[in-house]
């Protein structure tokens, strides 16, 4: 069983950079995906990015094209996501997860992901 912890949230001015860590620990699938979803108060999770084992294949939403790049590092089982030009909308509960089911799978769909982090907390100041 595969573990996540999510890190790197916090406080930032809009304008400003943050980047967020998801660390895997336990034993990990030799192929999966990894994908960022995000939550404010009152609103159903959002999907932001996923990216394919190979790193190969990246999706993101729109409202963050060109502003977040999401990325891993295969040997140390991290993703990341390097989150640019931030805007207060951006505000949320930041959870990664996995998806374990086929070498190129991916979704924007919460649903598909099996495994969850506990959320990191982003805060973008006007």
């Known amino acids: 069983q595969v573990q996540l912890v999510e890190s790197g949230g916090g406080l930032v001015q809009a304008g400003g950079s943050l980047r967020l860590s998801c660390a895997a620990s336990g034993r990990t699938d030799s192929s999966y995906s990894l994908a960022w979803f995000r939550q404010t108060p009152g609103k159903e999770r959002e999907f932001v990015a996923v990216i394919t084992w190979s790193g190969g294949i990246k999706r993101y939403v729109d409202s963050v094209k060109g502003r977040f790049t999401i990325s891993r590092d295969n040997v140390k089982n991290t993703v990341f996501l390097q989150m640019n030009s931030l805007k207060p909308e951006d505000t949320a509960v930041y959870y990664c997860?996995?998806?374990?089911?086929?070498?190129?799978?991916?979704?924007?769909?919460?649903?598909?992901?099996?495994?969850w982090g506990q959320g990191t907390q982003v805060t973008v100041s006007s």
């Open positions: 997860a996995v998806a374990a089911r086929y070498r190129d799978f991916y979704s924007y769909d919460q649903r598909d992901y099996n495994l």
